[in-house]
């Protein structure tokens, strides 16, 4: 498999400025010399080590001049820049794939004395990779069932070997992987106790309820992975969870672990290695606490990685994950939670999430539960699976220099 940067620490220096104006991120590192060979190197161990091959044998053999995907791309719509196409985007990584990967493109070379791979086409797929957010709003109505937003994931991954990674995903991966915290948000074990001690003590403030968030507690049936983010940034999310397992009589039966507690996986936005690595971590963990099932908070690329890569990379642990909105849903419709419908009288819509509604996976589950104690619930146009992306996905939100792009372009047409 390509060698991939995250095998160390890295020694982090300012990007150098003559570097600063080909990405609209910062970077890490980078490497500037060879980097088409090191490109088609990456590309070729890639193809060798993995099962990419068949869907870019497929998608290579297509035309992709029909433009359905346009009018479903929230970036195009904003900019109607045809580099924003998504098909477009796919095409700059296949046209290398045609060109170096398969006998007819290595012939056609031949003849029409085509280079193939330079430069100026890895500058400008580390700039449109970054653009799409990977909400695969595009798939659903492409005739050929092209996945634009796996191409984008597979070329972020090539150029990840390079170093080509916003610095902001780069960073708190290493962290997660290598550093003392263990999580992309550098939170020591002693601070998950001191925000866990705080946040039970303002449950209790607030309904007059002792509550205790288990830690370490060997045996539980669910262990618990929010986006660690959540415990800066989100205690209600996390108050919200604690109210709702208790309520519907598991305090007993889950855990929160200190060898790993980030449900967050940045690999899903840059790199398959990394994925993976994440994804042993979190069921190393649960391995340790002999717990059986994977809980998952409200974080939508989470609920995503778990689901869908725990069975792909946990090895011979495959533990079922469980979204939060599954786990109260199945409380609800079993008699264990009362909820009051006259709590809130405000006007309520809700956001899908690309990561978890655009498969069909979790659309339905929140619905109930908000109808279930909300009166005035009104729906988005459109919703579901068709809903548009909220311009953040594909690990847009965590890079601050992408900040304007995703309030401006990506997000417009949610907004």
Same mark, same amino acid.
């Given at each position: $498999? %390509?060698?991939?940067?995250?095998?160390?620490? =890295?020694?982090? *220096?300012?990007?150098? !400025?003559?570097?600063?104006?080909?990405?609209?991120?910062?970077?890490?590192?980078?490497?500037?010399?060879?980097?088409?060979?090191?490109?088609?190197?990456?590309?070729?161990?890639?193809?060798?080590?993995?099962?990419?091959?068949?869907?870019?044998?497929?998608?290579?053999?297509?035309?992709?001049?029909?433009?359905?995907?346009?009018?479903?791309?929230?970036?195009?719509?904003?900019?109607?820049?045809?580099?924003?196409?998504?098909?477009?985007?796919?095409?700059?990584?296949?046209?290398?794939?045609?060109?170096?990967?398969?006998?007819?493109?290595?012939?056609?070379?031949?003849?029409?004395?085509?280079?193939?791979?330079?430069?100026?086409?890895?500058?400008? $797929? %580390?700039?449109?990779?970054?653009?799409?957010? =990977?909400?695969? *709003?595009?798939?659903? !109505?492409?005739?050929?069932?092209?996945?634009?937003?796996?191409?984008?994931?597979?070329?972020?991954?090539?150029?990840?070997?390079?170093?080509?990674?916003?610095?902001?995903?780069?960073?708190?991966?290493?962290?997660?992987?290598?550093?003392?915290?263990?999580?992309?948000?550098?939170?020591?074990?002693?601070?998950?106790?001191?925000?866990?001690?705080?946040?039970?003590?303002?449950?209790?403030?607030?309904?007059?309820?002792?509550?205790?968030?288990?830690?370490?507690?060997?045996?539980?049936?669910?262990?618990?992975?929010?986006?660690?983010?959540?415990?800066?940034?989100?205690?209600?999310?996390?108050?919200?969870?604690?109210?709702?397992?208790?309520?519907?009589?598991?305090?007993?039966?889950?855990?929160?672990?200190?060898?790993?507690?980030?449900?967050?996986?940045?690999g899903l936005f840059y790199s398959d290695h990394v994925l993976e690595r994440v994804i042993r971590k979190m069921v190393g963990e649960v391995t340790r606490l002999g717990g059986r099932r994977i809980l998952i908070g409200e974080c939508g690329h989470a609920s995503r990685?778990?689901?869908?890569?725990?069975?792909?990379?946990?090895?011979?642990?495959?533990?079922?994950?469980?979204?939060?909105?599954?786990?109260?849903?199945?409380?609800?419709?079993?008699?264990?939670?009362?909820?009051?419908?006259?709590v809130i009288t405000d006007r309520v819509t809700y956001h899908d999430p690309c990561n978890i509604a655009r498969s069909g996976w979790i659309v339905e589950q929140p619905r109930r539960i908000i109808r279930s104690f909300i009166r005035n619930f009104v729906e988005m146009?459109?919703?579901?699976?068709?809903?548009?992306?909220?311009?953040?996905?594909?690990?847009?939100?965590?890079?601050?220099?992408?900040?304007?792009?995703?309030?401006?372009?990506?997000?417009?047409?949610?907004?």
């Amino acid at each position: $498999m %390509a060698q991939t940067v995250m095998h160390e620490k =890295a020694t982090i *220096r300012p990007q150098p !400025e003559s570097e600063k104006p080909r990405f609209p991120y910062h970077l890490i590192n980078p490497v500037t010399e060879n980097r088409v060979q090191r490109f088609l190197e990456a590309f070729a161990a890639i193809i060798e080590h993995t099962n990419y091959k068949p869907v870019l044998d497929q998608y290579a053999r297509s035309s992709m001049k029909c433009s359905s995907c346009t009018t479903n791309c929230p970036v195009y719509t904003a900019t109607h820049d045809a580099k924003d196409m998504p098909c477009y985007r796919s095409g700059l990584l296949l046209k290398t794939y045609r060109r170096h990967f398969t006998i007819a493109g290595w012939l056609r070379s031949k003849v029409t004395g085509d280079p193939g791979l330079v430069e100026e086409d890895i500058d400008e $797929m %580390a700039n449109l990779f970054y653009r799409c957010t =990977a909400c695969k *709003r595009c798939t659903m !109505e492409c005739p050929l069932g092209i996945d634009h937003g796996l191409m984008t994931h597979l070329g972020r991954w090539i150029l990840g070997e390079l170093r080509i990674v916003p610095k902001g995903l780069e960073v708190s991966t290493i962290e997660q992987l290598h550093g003392d915290s263990g999580n992309t948000s550098a939170i020591l074990p002693h601070a998950l106790l001191d925000t866990l001690e705080f946040l039970e003590e303002e449950i209790e403030e607030m309904l007059g309820l002792k509550m205790k968030y288990p830690v370490d507690e060997v045996g539980r049936e669910f262990v618990f992975f929010p986006a660690v983010s959540d415990y800066l940034m989100e205690p209600e999310t996390l108050m919200g969870n604690l109210a709702v397992i208790h309520a519907a009589g598991d305090a007993d039966n889950w855990t929160i672990g200190t060898g790993d507690f980030d449900g967050i996986n940045y690999g899903l936005f840059y790199s398959d290695h990394v994925l993976e690595r994440v994804i042993r971590k979190m069921v190393g963990e649960v391995t340790r606490l002999g717990g059986r099932r994977i809980l998952i908070g409200e974080c939508g690329h989470a609920s995503r990685t778990a689901r869908e890569f725990v069975p792909v990379f946990g090895g011979d642990e495959v533990y079922p994950v469980i979204n939060i909105m599954e786990y109260t849903l199945e409380k609800l419709e079993q008699g264990k939670l009362d909820l009051d419908p006259n709590v809130i009288t405000d006007r309520v819509t809700y956001h899908d999430p690309c990561n978890i509604a655009r498969s069909g996976w979790i659309v339905e589950q929140p619905r109930r539960i908000i109808r279930s104690f909300i009166r005035n619930f009104v729906e988005m146009t459109p919703h579901g699976k068709h809903n548009y992306c909220c311009g953040g996905g594909g690990g847009t939100v965590s890079v601050d220099e992408l900040h304007d792009f995703r309030m401006s372009v990506a997000g417009k047409r949610k907004a």
